[in-house]
């Protein structure tokens, strides 16, 4: 959608006129878009004053189009200024602007080749660096647009930080950022000719198609060519994801049924059944692979960040082009509430148990069940009802199914669309059963031990666990410390150094808020994470750490859960307020989450010594 749309000649007038900011603010709030806040509104009133500035010249048509705030399809994502025309052969072209107001940024690190550091709303943050930012939105808009597709339409990106120092342009044009500002050039306060010449080159003269940007902005949303070649390729020959057992015959079940409501446009609602390593993430990301080349607008979705950006690497096999082209296929729930009813073919929902109601960032959001059906021609639901964590987790069949029927969605959920087959923890599900009896989830089974083929070591120092951990980890980096919600988040309170204390003078720290590739991350082995930024993934090895809220009564034989003991820092959760028997439920499937993220093997720590005495009583 586009905000505002005018031609130049326009947009100087709204300009000089001192009235743009309110225009577009208005546009806004009539097409009941989330902005306009007075940052933002400061923003237009500056930037689009320069960029007025660095269109006045006569060789730029008069009549040329010009777009502000256009949101780019399938995503959030505003573009700050588009200017729409033709180049002396007569090509038709739009060239795409971010703008920003920054004077100077830092780079991070080598790295961190996305990112700079830039004083923003307020404070120091770690953003996108600004040729990236405008390099993947013009690949989001050739990806997504079918008239961009169809008539070869240019999409040209660049950055203009019209208050940028030159003494700090070493920190833009690093070597690391070069991937992107080849791409995307960007100009700074002293290069506002250079930007006008670049501009000229692809903007001579009005387009030949004086709808085309009425075009760009309702057409159809159609995966490009480029994009489905690029999945394929990814996913070619990867045994990670080679679909086995029931995950083949609940792929065949969505395929048929996508197939269905294409043919008669209906609703229908697919909900997949798994526990913990039955291969849910890789029946939905070739279901992904399989609708984009099949042309068909489909996303996959989690509400966690932390799955979506470690399937991005996967994918990419650390190839940023690559990474770039595909991002657009993984996306949050949030913002939903904005996309038109079956505006998606199809809807892939990973994780749905930690779906959500209103929440922050989600000004409009009503409850992510209900959004998801609304939004997709089919919504495909991958579920493990145990694995709620928070209070606030509504995912469940129940009300998947109730939304289901209110948005006149049939209904699919049988033998065929459950997964059973344990493919981590060595393939063996007397693992998953183990975990139960320890934690006393249903009733005791009782097997032979010896048959338990996986690597469980318990540990009375911290301090072990980690160190043959970390060697673990020095063979492929697939090795990760997890916790639950027991330790308090110093570091990012800026109370401490570290954040989790334990005997034996054992220091660590949660992972880094700003390290979204955390499970991935050959730096990020010595971190903890943390359930949200776990759950989800899976290593080879994995050592939990098992905090205060959970012990266990030697005289009653009872595991105990204990909610006072989460850190008051927890503002996700909500298992500090919530009732005994939610607290209950909850501290134990954060445990068994995080105990069944080892494909081979789960080391363990408890702050509790008869817990871990039990645990060893039910090896032997």
């Keep these: 959608m586009i905000v505002y749309s005018a031609t130049k000649a326009e947009f100087n007038k709204d300009v000089i006129l001192n009235q743009i900011s ?99 709303g307020g404070a120091n943050r770690m953003v996108s660096h600004p040729s990236y930012q405008a390099f993947s939105y013009a690949v989001f808009i050739r990806n997504s647009s079918e008239q961009v597709q169809d008539e070869n339409i240019n999409i040209i990106p660049c950055a203009y930080l019209h208050n940028y120092e030159d003494q700090f342009l070493d920190q833009l044009n690093d070597e690391v950022y070069r991937p992107w500002y080849e791409e995307a050039p960007f100009f700074i306060k002293s290069q506002v000719l250079d ?7 692809f903007i001579y003269k009005r387009s030949n198609d004086g709808d085309l940007l009425y075009k760009i902005d309702n057409g159809r949303i159609k995966p490009s060519k480029a994009l489905q070649d690029c999945i394929v390729s990814l996913m070619k020959g990867r045994k990670e994801f080679i679909l086995l057992d029931e995950q083949a015959v609940a792929f065949d079940v969505c395929v048929k049924t996508m197939n269905q409501c294409r043919k008669d446009l209906k609703k229908r609602t697919i909900i997949i059944q798994g526990g913990p390593g039955t291969g849910k993430s890789v029946l939905a990301i070739n279901l992904l692979k399989h609708y984009i080349v099949k042309g068909l607008n489909a996303s996959y979705v989690t509400k966690n960040s932390a799955p979506r950006e470690a399937y991005l690497k996967l994918l990419s096999q650390s190839d940023l ?26 809807l892939i929902v990973d994780e749905a148990h930690r779906l959500v109601k209103q ?4 000004f409009k959001g009503v409850n992510q069940v209900m959004e998801c059906i609304n939004s997709s021609l089919l919504s495909i639901f991958l579920i493990d009802e145990n694995q709620k964590i928070t209070t606030k987790d509504i995912g469940s069949i129940d009300e998947i199914e109730h939304w289901a029927k209110e948005l ?56 072990l ?3 043959e951990l970390r060697i673990k980890n020095k063979i492929n980096n697939k090795a990760r410390m997890v916790a639950g919600y027991c330790y308090d988040w110093n570091v990012k309170n800026k109370r401490d150094f570290y954040d989790i204390f334990l ?90 989450t995080l105990l069944t993220r080892g494909q081979k093997g789960c080391y363990i720590y408890c702050e509790d010594k008869a817990l871990l005495n039990h645990f060893r009583k039910i090896l032997k």
């Excluded at 930007?195 to 080159?201: C, E, G, N, S, T």
């Excluded at 595909?326 to 509430?337: D, E």
């Excluded at 959760?573 to 939610?582: D, F, K, Q, Y």
Aim: charged share 30%.
């Design 195 to 201: 930007l006008r010449k670049f501009i000229k080159k």
């Design 408 to 463: 006149n969605s049939r209904i699919i959920i049988n033998k065929d669309t459950i997964l059973s087959s344990q493919f981590r923890c060595n393939g063996s599900d007397l693992y998953i059963q183990f975990i139960n009896n320890v934690l006393q989830i249903g009733e005791y089974v009782d097997f032979d031990i010896k048959e338990l083929n996986f690597d469980i070591k318990l540990f009375d120092d911290p301090n």
């Design 503 to 592: 005997e034996n003078d054992f220091k660590a720290k949660w992972n880094l808020a700003e390290d979204k590739i955390w499970a991935i991350n050959p730096n990020s082995f010595e971190e903890v994470g943390c359930i949200h930024t776990a759950q989800g993934l899976e290593f080879d090895y994995v050592g939990v750490f098992i905090g205060k809220d959970l012990r266990f009564d030697e005289n009653s034989g009872k595991i105990i859960i204990d909610k006072s003991k989460i850190s008051k820092d927890d503002k996700t959760s909500g298992i500090r307020n919530c009732s005994e028997v939610l607290a209950n439920q909850l501290i134990k499937n954060t445990y068994k």
């Design 22 to 120: 309110d225009i577009i603010q208005k546009k806004l709030r009539d097409a009941n878009i989330h902005g306009g806040e007075e940052a933002e509104y400061r923003a237009w009133q500056n930037s689009l004053s320069f960029m007025r500035n660095a269109l006045d010249d006569d060789s730029i048509p008069n009549d040329v189009n010009i777009a502000i705030e256009y949101q780019i399809p399938r995503t959030s994502k505003r573009v700050d200024f588009m200017i729409v025309g033709a180049d002396l052969n007569g090509r038709n072209n739009v060239v795409v602007v971010e703008l920003k107001q920054w004077n100077k940024v830092e780079k991070i690190d080598n790295e961190m080749s996305h990112s700079v550091r830039a004083f923003t």
């Design 321 to 346: 082009k690559k990474e770039v082209n595909i991002k657009q296929l993984f996306r949050s729930p949030f913002g939903l509430c904005n996309t038109p009813s079956n505006f998606y073919d199809c």
């Design 465 to 467: 666990l980690r160190d």
């Design 359 to 362: 929440m922050y960032g989600d």
